[in-house]
Nanobody
Framework: QVQLVESGGGLVQAGGSLRLSCAAS????????MGWFRQAPGKEREFVAV????????DYADSVKGRFTISRDNAKNTVYLQMNSLKPEDTAVYYC???????????????????WGQGTQVTVSS
């Protein structure tokens, strides 16, 4: 079984920065891709950024490219999302997800992910 625990959300002014963290507890595999997705009120969940099991491949939504950076520390089983130049449209609940035994390019599709965190609220004021 895998548990994901997110932290780092909060309220920030437009143009500010936040860093989200997601710690994974897994005893079944050390090969897994991880990703961040978000869901704003009244909208569907959307892909934000993903990273491969060894950190060698990343992928970003066009809306966050150049502003957000995903990274991971496998020694700590933790993935990070550094969010800079935040905009009000970035306001959403951000979810961490894990795709176990994923060796190839990390997937953009939420349906490919096996485990999800509880979500952390990010609110950007104008």
């Amino acid at each position: 079984q895998v548990q994901l625990v997110e932290s780092g959300g909060g309220l920030v002014q437009a143009g500010g920065s936040l860093r989200l963290s997601c710690a994974a507890s897994t005893r079944t595999s050390r090969i897994y891709a991880m990703g961040w997705f978000r869901q704003a009120p009244g909208k569907e969940r959307e892909f934000v950024a993903v990273i491969s099991w060894n950190g060698g491949m990343t992928d970003y939504a066009d809306s966050v490219k150049g502003r957000f950076t995903i990274s991971r520390d496998n020694a700590k089983n933790t993935v990070y999302l550094q969010m800079n130049s935040l905009k009000p449209e970035d306001t959403a609940v951000y979810y961490c997800a894990l795709d176990i035994n994923a060796r190839g390019p990390p997937a953009r599709w939420g349906a490919d992910y096996d485990y999800w965190g509880q979500g952390t609220q990010v609110t950007v004021s104008s």
